[in-house]
């Protein structure tokens, strides 16, 4: 069977097409397209992932954003409040002149956990959001009385 290709356009900053760029001929890929491809099976992969989160976790929700741009301190603030169920604590620092990282530590049901961080991803503003859990049996072994 055929693998049909699909052509699309989109637009990106000149500076954040530059770095891809750069990391693609570092990393020896044969064109954008392939990079490109490359780098939506990796979101698909960790969507999936995040899909699978269930169960008692604890996680950090590290995230980079432009604090310079008007409401995203106000919304992450927001959100923040409207989970304070799951947030531990939470860190944050400027690191360039309009850019601030944060670092949220949670507990909780995974899905919620999941929720919270893609709320946060969605953000006009934020650069950069990873999640990163630790497996439930983890925490069990451990056997934390906060959940």
């Not at 891809?20 to 780098?39: M, N, P, Q």
């Not at 432009?66 to 604590?89: M, R």
Request: proline share 3%; aromatic share 6%.
């Amino acid at each position: 069977m055929e693998k049909k290709l699909m052509r699309i356009g989109i637009s990106l900053p000149g500076e954040l097409l530059d770095k891809f760029d750069k990391a693609l001929l570092k990393r020896g890929y044969s064109s954008r397209s392939e990079g490109i491809r490359d780098a939506i099976r990796t979101y698909n992969q960790h969507y999936e992932w995040m899909q699978q989160i269930e169960g008692k976790r604890a996680a950090t929700i590290s995230i980079v954003y432009d604090c310079s741009k008007t409401g995203v301190s106000n919304a992450l603030a927001k959100i923040q409040h409207e989970n304070i169920d799951l947030i531990n604590s939470s860190v944050r620092f400027p690191i360039e002149p309009d850019s601030c990282f944060e670092v949220i530590i949670l507990q909780g049901e995974g899905e919620k956990i999941v929720e919270l961080a893609e709320k946060i991803l969605s953000l006009k503003g934020v650069k950069h959001s990873r999640l990163t859990t630790v497996p439930k049996e983890k925490i069990e072994k451990a056997d934390l009385k906060a959940f």
